[in-house]
């Protein structure tokens, strides 16, 4: 990756210093569904069910970043998005910064105009399936884990906890 740096700890354990390290996800609710991709992972030599998002190109606002990359991986097209906070999705191994949004404006649905090195299918994921597959530790994703406790607590999604 461009503008990477690979370090090793005092164990020498391997982690990255990313230049542009700030990336963007999109939670998007759509009748009762998540938008959701699967994505290959070579690290993990799987797909792996995550959010919709990418990089921040030089001198592009975090919302203009969020809604281009969920239309670029998913087709579709969103109107206003929430701002849900921000996380470190691996510290112990690079200084990476996700900023993650919300929105439930759905405007359209195109053509994915994915980049050559990503390998990606859009699902849709009723939000008790994903609730149920985060219980069962189906869902692994972080960034996917994060959003939906933090749109739960901004009262964007109600979550029965007693179930």
């Not at 990255?16 to 959701?36: G, M, P, R, T, W």
């Not at 699902?123 to 994060?146: A, F, M, P, T, V």
Request: hydrophobic share 35%.
């Amino acid at each position: 990756m461009e503008g990477t740096r690979t370090l090793k700890d005092e164990n020498d354990n391997p982690h990255f210093s990313i230049h542009k390290n700030e990336s963007v996800v999109l939670l998007a609710n759509y009748q009762s569904d998540f938008i959701l991709i699967n994505q290959y992972r070579e690290p993990l030599d799987d797909y792996i069910l995550q959010l919709p998002g990418g990089g921040v190109e030089e001198g592009e606002k975090l919302e203009e970043a969020v809604i281009r990359e969920f239309q670029e991986e998913t087709g579709y097209v969103c109107g206003a998005v929430h701002y849900l906070g921000s996380m470190v999705p691996a510290a112990w191994r690079s200084n990476e910064v996700t900023h993650v949004f919300y929105t439930e404006e759905i405007l359209a649905k195109g053509n994915q105009h994915t980049e050559a090195h990503e390998w990606i299918s859009v699902q849709r994921l009723k939000i008790l399936d994903c609730l149920s597959g985060i219980k069962e530790n189906n869902i692994h994703d972080s960034e996917l884990c994060y959003s939906v406790l933090q749109a739960h607590m901004k009262g964007y999604i109600n979550i029965d906890f007693s179930t």
